[in-house]
Protein backbone atom coordinates (compact mmCIF):
# COMPACT_ATOMS: atom_id res chain seq x y z
CA UNK A 1 0.00 0.00 0.00
CA UNK A 2 2.69 2.71 0.88
CA UNK A 3 4.72 1.70 -2.51
CA UNK A 4 1.24 2.26 -4.29
CA UNK A 5 0.91 5.74 -2.34
CA UNK A 6 4.43 6.89 -3.46
CA UNK A 7 3.32 5.82 -7.05
CA UNK A 8 0.11 7.68 -6.69
CA UNK A 9 2.04 10.84 -5.39
CA UNK A 10 4.50 10.80 -7.90
CA UNK A 11 1.72 10.76 -10.99
CA UNK A 12 -0.64 13.03 -9.12
CA UNK A 13 -3.46 10.72 -8.96
CA UNK A 14 -6.06 9.92 -6.28
CA UNK A 15 -5.15 7.05 -3.90
CA UNK A 16 -8.28 5.29 -2.70
CA UNK A 17 -8.61 2.98 0.56
CA UNK A 18 -11.65 0.76 0.90
CA UNK A 19 -10.79 -0.17 4.42
CA UNK A 20 -11.51 -3.18 5.65
CA UNK A 21 -11.14 -4.76 9.12
CA UNK A 22 -7.94 -5.77 11.36
CA UNK A 23 -8.33 -9.15 11.71
CA UNK A 24 -6.68 -8.37 15.35
CA UNK A 25 -9.11 -5.59 16.19
CA UNK A 26 -8.24 -2.17 16.93
CA UNK A 27 -7.17 -2.43 20.11
CA UNK A 28 -4.05 -4.58 20.47
CA UNK A 29 -0.64 -2.88 19.79
CA UNK A 30 2.43 -4.34 20.91
CA UNK A 31 5.56 -5.38 20.22
CA UNK A 32 8.97 -4.04 19.40
CA UNK A 33 8.87 -0.87 17.53
CA UNK A 34 10.68 -0.97 13.85
CA UNK A 35 14.31 1.60 14.03
CA UNK A 36 14.69 3.62 10.89
CA UNK A 37 17.55 1.39 10.11
CA UNK A 38 16.01 -1.87 10.24
CA UNK A 39 12.59 -0.50 7.53
CA UNK A 40 12.62 -3.22 4.96
CA UNK A 41 9.89 -4.06 2.68
CA UNK A 42 9.10 -6.46 5.42
CA UNK A 43 8.80 -3.65 7.89
CA UNK A 44 8.31 -0.39 6.15
CA UNK A 45 7.17 1.95 8.87
CA UNK A 46 8.19 2.98 12.35
CA UNK A 47 5.89 1.10 14.19
CA UNK A 48 4.87 -1.47 16.37
CA UNK A 49 4.81 -5.05 15.36
CA UNK A 50 1.23 -5.18 16.16
CA UNK A 51 -0.15 -1.43 15.10
CA UNK A 52 -4.02 -1.83 15.93
CA UNK A 53 -4.85 0.37 13.02
CA UNK A 54 -7.30 -0.51 9.88
CA UNK A 55 -5.38 -0.12 6.43
CA UNK A 56 -7.77 2.95 5.90
CA UNK A 57 -6.09 4.75 9.17
CA UNK A 58 -2.43 3.26 8.50
CA UNK A 59 -2.76 5.18 5.18
CA UNK A 60 -3.75 8.81 6.84
CA UNK A 61 -1.25 7.97 8.91
CA UNK A 62 1.74 7.25 6.39
CA UNK A 63 0.82 9.75 4.33
CA UNK A 64 0.48 12.46 6.93
CA UNK A 65 3.80 11.60 8.89
CA UNK A 66 5.71 11.89 5.29
CA UNK A 67 7.08 8.51 5.69
CA UNK A 68 6.85 7.78 2.11
CA UNK A 69 8.24 10.36 -0.92
CA UNK A 70 5.63 12.51 -1.67
CA UNK A 71 2.33 13.00 -0.02
CA UNK A 72 -0.65 11.27 -1.98
CA UNK A 73 -4.34 12.72 -2.57
CA UNK A 74 -5.76 10.02 -0.13
CA UNK A 75 -9.55 9.34 -0.11
CA UNK A 76 -10.56 6.94 2.35
CA UNK A 77 -14.41 4.46 2.31
CA UNK A 78 -14.68 3.87 5.90
CA UNK A 79 -16.51 0.98 7.08
CA UNK A 80 -19.75 0.79 8.37
CA UNK A 81 -20.77 -1.09 11.82
CA UNK A 82 -17.14 -2.31 12.45
CA UNK A 83 -15.63 -0.89 16.15
CA UNK A 84 -12.09 -1.48 17.58
CA UNK A 85 -13.34 -4.22 19.79
CA UNK A 86 -13.72 -6.65 16.70
CA UNK A 87 -11.87 -9.25 16.54
CA UNK A 88 -12.56 -11.06 12.93
CA UNK A 89 -14.81 -13.51 14.25
CA UNK A 90 -17.21 -10.66 15.46
CA UNK A 91 -17.14 -9.23 11.84
CA UNK A 92 -19.69 -12.21 10.09
CA UNK A 93 -17.81 -11.62 7.54
CA UNK A 94 -15.94 -14.75 5.59
CA UNK A 95 -12.48 -15.05 5.82
CA UNK A 96 -10.34 -14.99 2.75
CA UNK A 97 -6.64 -16.82 3.31
CA UNK A 98 -4.44 -13.80 2.56
CA UNK A 99 -1.39 -16.73 2.32
CA UNK A 100 -1.56 -20.78 2.08
CA UNK A 101 0.25 -19.90 5.87
CA UNK A 102 -3.06 -17.58 7.36
CA UNK A 103 -5.59 -19.95 6.51
CA UNK A 104 -8.18 -19.06 8.95
CA UNK A 105 -9.59 -16.12 10.51
CA UNK A 106 -7.68 -16.41 13.83
CA UNK A 107 -4.12 -17.48 12.01
CA UNK A 108 -3.33 -14.00 11.87
CA UNK A 109 -3.12 -14.41 16.11
CA UNK A 110 -1.34 -17.10 15.65
CA UNK A 111 1.76 -15.52 13.32
CA UNK A 112 1.97 -12.86 16.00
CA UNK A 113 2.94 -15.53 18.53
CA UNK A 114 5.48 -17.38 16.33
CA UNK A 115 5.90 -15.54 13.42
CA UNK A 116 9.74 -13.93 14.63
CA UNK A 117 11.00 -16.96 16.22
CA UNK A 118 9.92 -19.05 13.15
CA UNK A 119 12.58 -16.68 11.21
CA UNK A 120 15.58 -18.44 12.99
CA UNK A 121 17.59 -21.49 12.42
CA UNK A 122 16.06 -24.17 14.73
CA UNK A 123 13.26 -23.59 15.73
CA UNK A 124 9.52 -24.68 13.57
CA UNK A 125 6.50 -23.33 14.11
CA UNK A 126 4.06 -25.98 11.73
CA UNK A 127 4.33 -23.40 8.44
CA UNK A 128 4.29 -26.18 5.31
CA UNK A 129 1.47 -27.85 7.57
CA UNK A 130 -2.08 -28.68 8.62
CA UNK A 131 -1.66 -25.83 11.61
CA UNK A 132 1.02 -23.17 10.29
CA UNK A 133 2.05 -20.90 13.07
CA UNK A 134 0.28 -22.73 15.97
CA UNK A 135 3.26 -24.62 16.93
CA UNK A 136 6.79 -23.83 18.62
CA UNK A 137 9.37 -26.71 18.32
CA UNK A 138 13.16 -27.54 17.61
CA UNK A 139 15.13 -30.76 17.71
CA UNK A 140 16.65 -31.14 21.01
CA UNK A 141 14.11 -29.67 23.12
CA UNK A 142 12.20 -31.55 25.86
CA UNK A 143 8.27 -31.04 24.94
CA UNK A 144 7.06 -31.60 28.57
CA UNK A 145 10.00 -29.28 29.97
CA UNK A 146 9.32 -25.98 27.22
CA UNK A 147 5.32 -26.91 27.63
CA UNK A 148 5.43 -26.75 31.62
CA UNK A 149 7.69 -23.73 31.53
CA UNK A 150 5.03 -21.91 28.52
CA UNK A 151 1.95 -22.15 30.51
CA UNK A 152 3.88 -21.39 33.77
CA UNK A 153 4.12 -17.37 32.26
CA UNK A 154 0.91 -17.47 32.79
CA UNK A 155 -0.39 -15.36 29.54
CA UNK A 156 -3.91 -14.39 29.74
CA UNK A 157 -5.82 -16.67 27.02
CA UNK A 158 -3.12 -18.33 25.69
CA UNK A 159 -2.41 -22.47 26.79
CA UNK A 160 -0.18 -25.10 25.65
CA UNK A 161 -0.13 -28.19 25.29
CA UNK A 162 2.86 -31.14 24.31
CA UNK A 163 3.81 -31.59 20.92
CA UNK A 164 6.38 -34.18 19.84
CA UNK A 165 7.03 -34.34 16.19
CA UNK A 166 9.97 -35.25 13.61
CA UNK A 167 10.85 -31.93 13.79
CA UNK A 168 11.79 -32.27 17.84
CA UNK A 169 9.87 -31.19 20.81
CA UNK A 170 8.24 -28.29 22.30
CA UNK A 171 3.92 -26.97 22.27
CA UNK A 172 0.91 -26.61 20.03
CA UNK A 173 -0.42 -23.09 20.90
CA UNK A 174 -4.16 -22.58 21.41
CA UNK A 175 -5.24 -18.73 21.77
CA UNK A 176 -8.43 -17.80 22.60
CA UNK A 177 -10.11 -14.88 20.00
CA UNK A 178 -10.38 -12.58 23.27
CA UNK A 179 -6.91 -13.57 24.71
CA UNK A 180 -5.17 -10.37 26.17
CA UNK A 181 -2.06 -11.53 26.62
CA UNK A 182 0.95 -10.45 24.83
CA UNK A 183 1.34 -12.46 21.79
CA UNK A 184 4.26 -11.27 20.72
CA UNK A 185 6.10 -11.81 24.01
CA UNK A 186 5.38 -15.05 23.41
CA UNK A 187 8.31 -15.55 20.64
CA UNK A 188 10.90 -13.85 23.03
CA UNK A 189 9.55 -16.62 26.12
CA UNK A 190 9.79 -19.25 23.75
CA UNK A 191 13.27 -18.31 22.67
CA UNK A 192 14.97 -17.67 25.70
CA UNK A 193 13.58 -21.34 26.76
CA UNK A 194 14.97 -22.68 23.87
CA UNK A 195 18.38 -21.09 24.58
CA UNK A 196 18.38 -22.72 28.18
CA UNK A 197 17.44 -26.16 27.40
CA UNK A 198 19.86 -26.45 24.19
CA UNK A 199 22.29 -24.26 25.78
CA UNK A 200 22.94 -22.00 22.84
CA UNK A 201 21.97 -18.67 21.20
CA UNK A 202 19.50 -19.09 18.68
CA UNK A 203 20.07 -16.04 17.19
CA UNK A 204 23.84 -16.03 16.85
CA UNK A 205 23.64 -19.93 15.59
CA UNK A 206 21.51 -18.66 12.42
CA UNK A 207 22.92 -17.58 9.25
CA UNK A 208 23.22 -14.01 8.60
CA UNK A 209 20.56 -13.66 6.30
CA UNK A 210 18.47 -15.38 8.56
CA UNK A 211 19.27 -13.19 11.55
CA UNK A 212 18.75 -10.31 9.68
CA UNK A 213 15.54 -10.88 8.62
CA UNK A 214 14.49 -11.93 12.39
CA UNK A 215 15.83 -8.18 13.36
CA UNK A 216 14.32 -6.95 10.43
CA UNK A 217 10.54 -8.18 11.65
CA UNK A 218 11.21 -7.83 14.92
CA UNK A 219 12.57 -4.10 14.11
CA UNK A 220 15.77 -3.89 15.96
CA UNK A 221 19.22 -5.83 16.64
CA UNK A 222 19.08 -5.05 20.23
CA UNK A 223 17.52 -8.32 21.32
CA UNK A 224 20.66 -10.13 20.57
CA UNK A 225 22.70 -8.14 23.09
CA UNK A 226 20.18 -8.15 26.11
CA UNK A 227 19.89 -12.05 25.84
CA UNK A 228 23.63 -11.87 25.71
CA UNK A 229 23.76 -9.66 28.68
CA UNK A 230 21.75 -12.42 30.41
CA UNK A 231 18.00 -9.68 30.57
CA UNK A 232 15.04 -11.95 30.84
CA UNK A 233 12.39 -12.08 28.39
CA UNK A 234 9.85 -10.00 30.51
CA UNK A 235 12.51 -7.57 30.98
CA UNK A 236 12.88 -7.49 27.40
CA UNK A 237 9.11 -7.16 26.91
CA UNK A 238 8.61 -4.93 29.42
CA UNK A 239 11.36 -2.69 27.40
CA UNK A 240 8.97 -2.45 24.42
CA UNK A 241 6.31 -0.56 26.31
CA UNK A 242 7.40 3.23 26.67
CA UNK A 243 7.60 2.98 22.61
CA UNK A 244 3.98 1.29 22.45
CA UNK A 245 2.63 4.19 24.74
CA UNK A 246 4.25 7.25 22.45
CA UNK A 247 2.63 5.58 19.42
CA UNK A 248 -0.66 5.04 20.58
CA UNK A 249 -0.46 8.63 21.69
CA UNK A 250 0.59 9.92 18.10
CA UNK A 251 -2.08 7.12 16.01
CA UNK A 252 -5.06 8.99 17.96
CA UNK A 253 -5.68 11.49 15.48
CA UNK A 254 -5.85 9.08 12.84
CA UNK A 255 -8.42 6.47 14.06
CA UNK A 256 -11.77 6.62 12.43
CA UNK A 257 -13.61 4.27 14.43
Known amino acids: MGKCMEAAAENEIQFVVLDRPNPLG ?49 HIVPMRGWTRNFTW ?7 IR ?45 AS ?17 EYRGGSG ?25 MNRELRTNLIARSSRGKRDMFFKCYGSASIQSELARGNGPAAIVAGWADDVAHFKSERKEYLLY
Open 26 to 74: GLRAEGPLIEPQWISFVGAFPVPYVHGMTCGELALMINNKGWIKGRCNL
Open 89 to 95: NETGLRW
Open 98 to 142: TSPNIPRWNSPHYYVATGLIGELHGPETGVGGSRPFEIIAARGVS
Open 145 to 161: TFTNYMNSQRLNGVTFS
Open 169 to 193: GGSYLHIEPDASANLTAINIYALAE
